[in-house]
């Protein structure tokens, strides 16, 4: 088993118990305003994640693509509509998609 797949288990076993330890958080903890109030941050900050890592080329170098920027700029819009985390990372990677097919 190479470094990679122990990587990814690791992550999805995370991720996994991550997600179940958020639904089996009770209702009164998961209403209160400071959590909520961080709650709207996360679509940003993940957003902020995404446009890091995909700032590097595969070298390590710092590497502007415009068509990266282009999606970003679409998250951005949709957030501004105030659209759900999904549909604006969609909206990030479908546009970003579509460019890089369009001009290879």
Do not use: E
């Not at 470094?3 to 330890?21: D, E, P, T």
């Amino acid at each position: 088993m190479t470094a990679l797949w122990i990587a990814l288990i690791i992550s999805a076993v995370g991720s996994y118990l991550l997600k179940l330890a958020g639904i089996s958080l009770p209702a009164s903890v998961l209403n209160h305003p400071r959590v909520q109030r961080i709650a709207t941050f996360l679509p940003v900050a993940m957003l902020a994640a995404l446009v890091a890592t995909q700032l590097f080329d595969s070298g390590g170098r710092y590497a502007v693509d415009w068509r990266t920027l282009a999606g970003v700029g679409a998250a951005v819009i949709a957030l501004l509509l105030k659209r759900g985390f999904l549909v604006v990372f969609g909206v990030a990677v479908v546009v970003t998609a579509v460019l890089r097919l369009i001009t290879g």
